[in-house]
């Protein structure tokens, strides 16, 4: 168990839905970050949060969005499914409130699998 | 932005075999780290390596920030190593966006 605990762990739903992914980093630290990996496009940097503000931005599509909450725990929301949005969606966590050296080492969740019909 | 490049992207190996898997990145990288992900798809943290040299095991790790490029060092390798290498660095803005390289497929046989 990495610590950063993601669900759902596999989703299967249909073209047009919304659907909304969880994350809960590890403990202590303040900065999330969401992955999309997809077979054609690898590891993709979709954006960073770090203590509820957004610090940087990737490849994220407009129907796609994200917040950090006061608590730390993150949202990943994905609108008007598309058969090209399946894929493994990650998040990892970084940036330990009591810092340290390695802040920028990212620990990963396990992932959650969405299937787009 | 900065380009991470891996070779070679498969491998096949006879378990207790030694390996080197190469990560060239385009411009100057930060916060060079290297990830496992398991055939079950958990991406796990093996090291991070900004610069030098680091061993954990069997496995070890070399940067030579100046030429970029790093190094992953597999020895006696075991079916457990199986799965996919990736480094990844951030560029010289070094925000949270960690670039990952396309991956090295590993494959041990027993």
């Known amino acids: 168990d990495s610590g950063v605990t993601q669900t759902p762990k596999h989703l299967i739903t249909a073209t047009g839905q919304r659907v909304t992914l969880r994350c809960s980093p590890r403990?202590?630290?303040?900065?999330v970050y969401w992955y999309q990996q997809s077979l054609d496009q690898g590891l993709q940097f979709l954006i960073q949060?770090?203590?509820?503000?957004?610090?940087a931005k990737g490849n994220i599509l407009e129907r796609f969005s994200a917040q950090q909450f006061p608590d730390l725990h993150s949202e990943l929301n994905l609108s008007s499914l598309e058969l090209g949005d399946s894929a493994l969606y990650f998040c990892?966590?970084?940036?330990?409130?009591?810092?340290?050296?390695?802040?920028?080492?990212?620990?990963f969740g396990a992932g959650s699998r969405l299937t787009v019909l | 932005g900065i380009q991470v490049e891996q070779s070679p992207p498969d491998l096949i190996l006879q378990e207790g075999a030694n390996s080197t898997l190469r990560c060239n990145f385009s411009d100057s990288v930060n916060n060079l780290q290297w990830f496992h992900q398991n055939p079950w798809g958990q991406l796990i943290n093996l090291f991070y390596i900004p610069s030098g040299t680091k061993q954990n095991g069997r496995l070890s790790a070399t940067t030579v920030a100046t030429e970029r490029y790093s190094l992953l060092y597999i020895s006696s390798s075991q079916t457990t190593d199986s799965g996919v290498y990736f480094c990844a660095g951030h560029g010289s803005s070094n925000t949270g966006k960690l670039i990952f390289g396309q991956g090295t497929t590993l494959q041990v046989k027993p």
């Open positions: 949060y770090y203590n509820g503000e957004e610090r």
């Open positions: 403990s202590g630290d303040l900065s």
């Open positions: 990892a966590s970084s940036f330990h409130r009591t810092g340290g050296p390695g802040a920028n080492v990212l620990t």
